[in-house]
Every structure is written in C-alpha cells, then in structure tokens.
C-alpha cells in the first residue's frame, strides 16, 4: 500500500472525531426547531420516558436536518484532510482547522445552552430551598407523651375565617365585627395574644392558603407543596405516605378519627388524606344522603349548609362520646366560601353586602354550637379548637381591607390542657404551628415542644416565625424544596400527565365593513413541536362541498390572520375550525367556534336575551341542561329571564337544581328538579334530541344534549344550551356558561 493510500484511510478516524462536533450543532438545530419551547424538565422527562415511540416524521426530519448535514460536512473535512496536503493541513493552518472545529462544538453547547436556559435551570436548582429539610421536625423521631385519661378532641376549619372580619378595635380591619361572638369566644379562651388585646391569630404561608394545603398544614406542620394542580390530589393513589400526621398519631393512640363535611369529601384530595393518615371515618354530603340526614334530592350550595353542618355533627359527637375510646372529630365549614357565601335561613340583613351577612350567620351559629358543646358531659375531657382554614380568596371582599394590614386566620382554643410558659407575650405564629399546639392543648408533652415546621405555642420555645422573621420563611417556602418532593413520593410520569394541558388558541373573528370576516388566531399554548402551519377551515352550513381551507398568514407578532368573503360563507350558520400542524406531522385543533356569528355572548343575561329573540322567529329549538353544579349562582334576574323563555317549574335562587328544557315557538316542556331528569323529541324537520341532566351526578351517562346521536354538550360543569335551525336540524351554537368559575366554553 503507497504512502498517499495510508494517509488516506489514517485520516479517517480523524475526520470522525473532528466531525462530532458539527453532530452535536445539527442535533441541536433541528431539536430545538421541531421543539420549540423545550425545557430541561421536559427533556429529562422524556429522555426518562422510551423513546421507541418516534414517530417516521421525526426520524426523517432527524436524518435530513442532522444527520445529512454532518455527512456534508465530515466530507468536507476528510477531503481537506487528506487532499490538500501538508500545504494546507499543516503548520499554523492546521491549527485554524482545530480552531474551527473546537468554535463549533463551543456553538453547539452555548445553543443548547441558551435554548434550554440553562442558567435558570442550574439557579433553581443550586437555589433550591433547604429551609424544610433543615428545619423539619418527623414526628416519629420524637417522643410523645400522653395524658392516663386521653382527651377527646374536636378541631373545627372554619372556611375562610380570619382575624380581619373583626372590627378594628379587636384587631380586625372592619369599623363594625362582621364576627362579634368569634371575637369575644377567642378573647375569653386563647389565641395567643398575651396582655394585647387584639386578636392575634397564624399566618398562612405558602402551601397552605386554599382549604387542602390548609388542612394539610394544620395537621403535619407542612405546607402542601406539589408539582401539579392545587387540588389535583384526589388522583393520586397516595398522599404523602411518609408524613405523620395527627390523624396517624391518635390513630396509634386508640382515637376513633372522624371528618364531618357538607360537601363531597373526595374532593381536592381530602377523603384520600384523612383515610391514609388516621383512618377517618368520611361523613360528607354523600354519606349524609346514604345515612337518611337528608333527602336523595337535596342540595345546596356544596351540598348541604352550615346549619345542617352542627346539627349532624351533634349526632356524631352524642354517637362517639357513648364509648370507651377516646375520639377525634374533624369538622369543616363551607357557608362562607368564596365569593359571597352562601345565605341560609338564618342570615340577617344586618350589612349591605351578603358576603358580611354570611360571616356574621357563621359566627353566630359556630358560637352557639360551641354552646352546646359546653353543655355536653364530655365537654370536661374535651379540647376544642377552632382556626380558619385561610384568608378568603374573595377578591371583592379583600378590596375593602387596607393595603398595609396583615392578615391572620383565626384562632381560638377552648378547655386546654396546658398553660401558656411566656405569659404576656404576644406570639408571632403561622398555621404550622396549630399541629403540635392542638396536642399539647390535649395534654401531650411533645418532647422539644416542636413538630414538622410547627412550634406548641403554649411553650417558651420559639417559632420558625420568630426565629427568622416572616420575610425569610415566606421566601424559602416559595421556593422549590426537593424535600417535599421525596416526601410526596409522586411518579414523574404521573406528574407530566397530570400537568399535560391540550394545545389551545385565541382566536377573534369579526364581519368588516369590506364584506370580508376576519379571523386573528393568536396566543397558541401547550404546543412544543415546531409550527409549520395554522391552518382554517370553513364550512357553511355543515355543506362539507363548499368547504373552506386557508393556510392561515402568520405576522410579525406572531399571530396569524385570514380572511373570508361574506358572500362564501353564512353568517347564520358556519363552522370555524382552526388547526395547528407541526415539524413532525402532528395536527391538533386549537379552536372551534360553531354556527350562527351573532348568537356568540359571553354574558349570560345578553345571551339569554338573544335566545328570546331567536325563539320568537319560530324558526329555532333551543335545548337546555345542567352539569354537576350550574344554578346557585343564578341571580333572580338570571331565572326571570329562564321562565320568560319558557321554563315554568320554580327555579330556588341559592340552590343547586336539576333544569333540562326544549323550547320552542310551537311547544316547550321543562324540567326543574332535585333528580336526573330527561327529555327526547323531534324538531320539525325530523331531527331527534334526547336532554338528560344532573347537577349532582357523577356518571357520565347522566349528562347530554345528543342531536340526531351526537352529544353537543361540552364536558365541563354548568348550565349548557344547544340551539337548533328547525329547517335544516343544524346545531347553530353549543355553549356552557360555568357560573361558579364565571367562564363561557364553546
């Protein structure tokens, strides 16, 4: 073999290794192009996740974008390796060749880089909290010592409750008590305010200011820190299996453990934590209904009202007080949940605005049960404690309080077992800090006097709060803690589904004075791959021959626009579907609007206004039911519109009520009730309908507006229309009008 030939294949693996670089640039070219909003998480998720799943798309677009141009360009470096000579790969032009090769492999990590954002990536995690961790107190390690005779206990979350509805004297933010008797009850017992005389009460940190992270907080001394939706845990197979509770601690002592709710307790995860920390026995609103305490058909509000609350869980306490072990029964409030509450028999007009009225009925009504309490026998060996849950989320009602004044969840224990070490002094607390206090106010000497992130108050031992002051807890609890991911033991496959969204778009489509319609699609969410096109379809009249297809044009803040002569489409009755294609070949539906242009309001009084309208023509059915909970919210002037339209049964403002209706010009039937409930029938020009509907079901058979065997209804909670051409059997508009969450789906 001559000298020139064994230069040539020596300079082989050369070229190779210099090539590796130019790999590593065109990989990540074409990754980042075909995902455009990859994350690191993202990339490690589905690094972790098989990848046997590519799709032909994405091998192609790999082997064209990648691969092809690393060939090139590994050709190009043997050839000038191996046949421009010495002349040229030698000397200081070898050194520019090595040069060039080691810029591009530096290009491709700083890309990758830069894509990825990496220097977020690596603060988050170099700047992961370890204040939990490290100041983290597991019950288990610690030990607990409890009364001969063991306390009852009853632990009241009174919902949304705070120090701020006071008056202003007493601590509050108020010139007159929205909660005079809460006040005097805590003032008279303790709350942990020393020789002040305003109410003192714990701060909610992060992780706890919505009901579950709440009661999570008060029983663990943990905020709920998860990586998916607040009150995504009723998912979960598992709730922090790890973490002791109070719940897990009396159950170990012979407590029988018992949770009270006028709600269904599954949701947001509760039935699920207090079944795994302390064995609970549930009795929701579902039980309630199971046991006789109130009609199959009843229901209010979440369920069943405050009222009902305190009567049933007096039966309760009668019931478990009869035995020998001691017990522990958790109640929750809901009348005075976000936003305005919920007025019963028992309000009073006392305030202009009904959210204070709210407020001031629970007061009331919690003092007296607390009266009854005191009259009971086992009250002697009782402990009873009483704290808001967390601040209300009722924006309107937060508006009135001052900017500067900081709120508190109320706090009161009554008949404890234990004295306050540092009398006089005002305490400086958060809702962690209720978890080892309840036990110490039972009697329990908690070795340390600290549990979770929780301090007995009752103790001269200082709280996190006190240690570190409320800037610096507030901010390590806001950031991310890979303790409490440990803790929650929750698969990472499990999170990505849970927090997969589907791809979504904003799309406004308007009649111009040119005689064209204009659609602007903007604001695409939850798509990763590369956008190569949007694309518009239109179709009049459901007439699938005179349909429309547009590539829509994309502009240069990103959005995309077309436009639609009027005289090819029907204003009255034309479908709009807009589609995202990607890099890969994936094709997703971003947006559908359906039907008649003029019958699109969002605002449920406008549209029941042009549903009139439309029914007085003759010409249209308009199909009515309900899904899970739709009605409560209905304003009086909400049902007077309803029954002007047609629907003649009586429709209890506050209430959650069954309504399914077809209405028309030529006859209507109506259904309002506490039950299933359904009605089928023939529009004129032969099209069948079948209107079944719920507001308390949980099947999914329960629901529906099926048009000619097509279900229209959208699934989502609330009150959903469907309206009928009555000549052509076309659906012209679908909607829901979810009146809890005060949003309109289409």
């Not at 009027?566 to 539906?589: C, E, H, K, M, P």
């Not at 999914?700 to 000619?708: H, L, R």
Request: with cysteine.
């Amino acid at each position: 073999m001559g000298k020139k030939k064994k230069l040539v294949f020596r300079n082989i693996p050369v070229t190779l290794i210099m090539t590796i670089p130019f790999l590593l640039f065109f990989t990540a070219w074409w990754f980042f192009h075909t995902w455009s909003t990859m994350t690191v998480n993202e990339l490690v998720f589905n690094i972790k996740m098989s990848m046997s799943g590519a799709s032909h798309a994405m091998i192609k677009l790999f082997l064209m974008e990648a691969l092809l141009p690393t060939i090139v360009a590994g050709i190009i470096l043997y050839l000038i390796i191996s046949f421009a000579g010495n002349k040229v790969f030698g000397g200081k032009k070898r050194l520019i060749l090595i040069l060039v090769d080691i810029a591009v492999l530096i290009a491709a990590i700083a890309y990758t880089w830069v894509m990825l954002d990496m220097t977020k990536y690596i603060e988050q995690q170099i700047n992961a909290s370890k204040f939990i961790e490290e100041n983290y107190v597991d019950p288990n390690d610690v030990t607990l010592e409890f009364p001969v005779k063991k306390r009852n206990l009853i632990y009241v979350y009174l919902e949304s409750v705070e120090v701020t509805d006071a008056d202003k004297e007493n601590g509050g933010s108020f010139e007159k008590s929205r909660i005079p008797e809460l006040t005097q009850l805590s003032h008279e017992n303790e709350n942990f305010s020393g020789d002040n005389k305003t109410l003192d009460g714990g701060f909610s940190m992060p992780g706890t200011d919505w009901t579950m992270g709440a009661i999570f907080a008060q029983s663990s001394g943990l905020p709920l820190q998860i990586r998916i939706e607040a009150n995504s845990m009723s998912s979960q197979e598992k709730f922090f299996p790890s973490v002791c509770a109070i719940g897990d601690i009396l159950e170990a002592e012979g407590y029988h453990n018992e949770f009270v709710c006028g709600s269904e307790a599954g949701f947001g995860g509760r039935e699920l934590f207090f079944k795994s920390h302390g064995n609970y026995d549930i009795c929701d609103y579902p039980y309630a209904k199971e046991q006789g305490w109130i009609p199959q058909d009843y229901g209010v509000w979440w369920g069943y009202e405050d009222e009902k609350l305190f009567e049933f869980s007096k039966k309760r306490l009668e019931e478990l007080s009869k035995s020998d072990d001691p017990f522990n029964l958790t109640i929750i409030t809901a009348d005075t949940h976000f936003e305005d509450g919920y007025v019963c028999r028992l309000c009073e007009n006392e305030f202009e605005d009904q959210y204070s009225n709210v407020y001031a009925c629970s007061s009331r009504q919690v003092t007296e049960f607390v009266k009854w309490i005191k009259e009971q026998d086992f009250y002697e060996n009782t402990t009873v404690v009483l704290v808001g849950d967390h601040p209300t989320m009722d924006a309107d009602f937060c508006a009135m309080i001052d900017e500067d004044y900081v709120r508190r969840v109320y706090t009161c224990y009554l008949n404890a077992d234990a004295s306050v070490q540092q009398t006089g002094k005002r305490r400086e607390y958060t809702t962690f800090d209720m978890f080892p206090t309840t036990l110490a106010a039972m009697g329990v000497k908690i070795e340390g006097d600290r549990l979770g992130l929780g301090t007995n108050l009752f103790s001269s031992e200082d709280t996190l709060l006190e240690k570190y002051g409320m800037e610096h807890e507030f901010e390590e609890l806001s950031r991310r803690s890979a303790f409490m991911d440990e803790l929650a033991e929750m698969d990472e496959y499990d999170i990505a589904m849970q927090n997969y969204s589907d791809p979504t778009a904003a799309a406004d489509i308007s009649i111009e004075d040119d005689g064209t319609v204009r659609i602007v699609v903007s604001d695409i969410q939850n798509v990763n791959e590369q956008i190569t096109s949007v694309e518009l379809n239109c179709v009049p009249d459901g007439d699938s021959s005179r349909k429309i297809v547009l590539n829509m044009d994309k502009q240069p803040d990103g959005s995309y626009v077309s436009e639609v002569s009027l005289a090819d489409i029907d204003v009255d009755d034309t479908d709009f579907n807009i589609y995202v294609n990607s890099a890969l070949g994936s094709r997703w539906q971003v947006f559908a609007q359906r039907g008649d242009m003029n019958l699109k309001q969002t605002d449920f009084a406008e549209y029941l206004s042009a549903i009139e309208d439309y029914l007085e023509t003759g010409n249209y059915t308009v199909l009515i039911s309900t899904r899970k909970n739709a009605t409560a919210r209905l304003t009086k002037d909400n049902i007077a519109a309803l029954n002007e339209i047609g629907i003649t049964d009586d429709i209890v403002s506050g209430e959650d009520m069954t309504i399914v209706a077809a209405i028309s010009a030529d006859g209507s039937e109506s259904h309002v009730t506490k039950d299933y409930a359904e009605i089928t029938g023939t529009i004129p020009n032969g099209t069948t309908y079948l209107v079944k509907g719920s507001w308390n079901g949980s099947d999914e058979g329960s629901f529906g507006i099926i048009v000619d065997d097509q279900d229209r209804m959208i699934q989502r909670k609330g009150l959903h229309f469907a309206v009928i051409n009555n000549q052509t059997g076309r659906v012209i508009d679908c909607v829901d009008f979810d009146l809890i969450d005060g949003e309109t789906r289409r």
